[in-house]
């Protein structure tokens, strides 16, 4: 594959990473990207919980919506591998029409 954004357009050998040790990981980061079309995007970025508290005051939420906190860090981990394999399985041609 060409880099061509670099000069003289080196050439990237590609390699089959399947049974690798990061296969896994690479699987996961691709359904993440692939289902990230389906999530709305929010632009917010706080400093720190004081601000969150600040930036909520005063708005008042239905009662059917929720506030949650999500650990960005570790949010894959408590998703299987299979159970995220078989979902993007099932999916794949819904995916495919939305990308």
């Given at each position: 594959?060409?880099?061509?954004?670099?000069?003289?357009?080196?050439?990237?050998?590609?390699?089959?990473?399947i049974?690798?040790?990061?296969?896994?990981?690479?699987?996961?980061?691709?359904?993440?990207?692939?289902?990230?079309?389906?999530?709305?995007?929010?632009?917010?970025?706080?400093?720190?919980?004081?601000?969150?508290?600040?930036?909520?005051?005063?708005?008042?939420?239905?009662?059917?919506?929720?506030?949650?906190?999500?650990?960005?860090?570790?949010?894959f981990?408590n998703?299987?591998?299979?159970?995220?394999?078989?979902?993007?399985?099932?999916?794949?041609?819904?995916?495919?029409?939305?990308?």
């Amino acid at each position: 594959m060409p880099k061509i954004h670099k000069p003289n357009c080196p050439f990237r050998i590609i390699v089959s990473s399947i049974s690798s040790p990061l296969y896994s990981l690479a699987l996961v980061i691709f359904i993440s990207f692939i289902s990230s079309y389906h999530v709305r995007k929010l632009i917010i970025t706080l400093k720190n919980s004081f601000q969150l508290v600040k930036n909520l005051k005063g708005i008042r939420m239905d009662n059917n919506f929720k506030l949650i906190s999500l650990d960005v860090v570790s949010l894959f981990s408590n998703i299987p591998l299979d159970v995220a394999i078989n979902c993007a399985n099932e999916n794949w041609n819904f995916i495919l029409q939305k990308m």
